[in-house]
């Protein structure tokens, strides 16, 4: 279950103790005296340690000091026969997670062990989703010279430090998360950056997504569980795909905007919330708000700051510049060597219109890339139709209706799967990476269509 440092110089004691550890499931480790531990230490970082104070070559509370230096050090439980009292509190003081005495009784330790390994867990597992979610924000995401790209950088500048609510619209694929990570970033608020996608969650779990649940509210709620809104505390909540979001939970999120309170899912407790609202969205909220699909009174409150993302079609002289940025991504990614793209494929990448914006041009390009078998995209590899751009096309259009294939999208997409796994040799992590799916999603697909590796 989890590896063990014992700091013992009694070897009955500590050959007792690590029998014991053992039969719970855990992997010892034992060093009878200072210098031992520090080597173990250097090699490896155990879960927990069991550390005696008094030692052939010094003391515990030395090693302990050493270890608790470490801002991500494992939990120290001190196990000691010396009957000091002032030595309970500097261990304590000293960053100990627990003291316990000698003789010892097996039910405590266990208690104590097991406190220990779970509060470090939760405490990791805690701080790796504050990395996550609290993104380190690179303004240079944004790329583009253009008129429009100017505008917005003025504006993300104007409104970050404001406590302004602001809604972010443009089509799919335009980057909006990517301008809320910026505004928080420099409104330097302290807390987390949380996104929440309103239309990836089923509506009863969105609930207690934002607002949180107690132990028993519902089914399989067996603990209390704090929703985004306590989580942002102080930080920003990005709620993306507010078109989604249904008329009841329309009617609390208008009530934390008005009163900064809220409840958790089968809870009475008043909670406040001190976290700045971003909202985006694809969807025309005045038009919803007319055929009464979107509270009036929420939209006017999350309409404080309208950020208007143009499409890629209407910036084209940001082409170059995305490309570029683009393609180095990528090939970091999945470490491809792809540094030029053809004067054939360029001219084609110019004439198509973007409908699915600059995230159809990252997919188009990490799929050329992958693809690519020296270092220059080709027009074959980039799967685009530059005549579906405006203007009369019908010609065009006749003559691609005739050599369509007329298959289904199952269909479709087992052969593209397929020739993903083929390209990567059958290598499950970097066609997850490609297909931008889950493993267990790729292994689904294997399943339904079946493939055999071959």
């Not at 929420?298 to 940001?318: G, K, Q, S």
């Not at 600059?358 to 188009?364: K, P």
Request: hydrophobic fraction near 40%; include cysteine; charged fraction near 25%.
């Amino acid at each position: 279950m989890a590896s063990i440092l014992v700091v013992e110089d009694d070897q009955v004691f500590s050959q007792l103790l690590t029998m014991h550890l053992e039969d719970l499931g855990h992997t010892p480790m034992v060093a009878l005296d200072l210098a031992h531990a520090r080597k173990l230490l250097r090699a490896t970082t155990p879960d927990a340690i069991l550390l005696d104070q008094q030692l052939p070559d010094g003391y515990g509370m030395d090693l302990l000091r050493e270890i608790k230096a470490d801002a991500d050090a494992p939990p120290v439980v001190m196990v000691t026969g010396i009957s000091d009292n002032a030595l309970v509190i500097e261990a304590m003081k000293a960053g100990a997670y627990d003291f316990v005495r000698k003789p010892m009784d097996e039910l405590e330790l266990d208690t104590t062990l097991n406190n220990a390994l779970h509060s470090h867990r939760l405490s990791r597992k805690v701080h790796a989703i504050s990395r996550a979610a609290d993104y380190e924000v690179d303004i240079n995401q944004i790329v583009g010279k253009s008129p429009g790209i100017t505008r917005l950088l003025k504006t993300i500048g104007s409104v970050a430090a404001s406590q302004a609510s602001i809604l972010i619209t443009g089509e799919s694929g335009t980057g909006k998360e990517i301008v809320a990570k910026a505004i928080h970033h420099h409104s330097e608020r302290p807390g987390l950056f949380l996104p929440v996608n309103c239309s990836a969650i089923v509506e009863n779990l969105l609930e207690s997504e934002l607002f949180g649940h107690e132990k028993g509210s519902f089914t399989g709620a067996d603990r209390r569980k704090p929703g985004k809104f306590e989580l942002a505390a102080d930080g920003t909540l990005f709620l993306d795909e507010l078109g989604e979001l249904p008329l009841n939970l329309q009617a609390k999120l208008l009530r934390v905007l008005q009163e900064g309170t809220f409840e958790r899912v089968g809870g009475t407790e008043i909670l406040h919330t001190s976290a700045r609202i971003i909202t985006a969205t694809n969807r025309d909220l005045e038009t919803m708000v007319k055929e009464g699909s979107f509270r009036e009174d929420l939209y006017y409150r999350l309409n404080v700051v309208n950020i208007a993302l143009p499409p890629l079609r209407e910036r084209m002289e940001d082409l170059p510049l995305l490309t570029e940025h683009l393609l180095h991504k990528i090939n970091q990614k999945l470490h491809t060597q792809v540094k030029n793209i053809s004067e054939a494929a360029w001219t084609c990448m110019q004439g198509y219109p973007w409908p699915g914006n600059v995230r159809e041009l990252e997919n188009i390009l990490t799929r050329a890339a992958v693809l690519c078998r020296d270092d220059t995209i080709t027009p074959d590899l980039l799967g685009i139709d530059s005549s579906a751009s405006g203007g009369d096309n019908s010609k065009a259009a006749d003559s691609e209706s005739s050599m369509l294939e007329l298959i289904s999208l199952d269909t479709l997409e087992e052969r593209h799967v397929r020739q993903i796994l083929q390209h990567t040799r059958w290598h499950k992590g970097k066609a997850c990476d490609i297909l931008g799916i889950s493993r267990p999603a790729l292994e689904r697909r294997i399943k339904k269509y079946g493939f055999d590796g071959s």
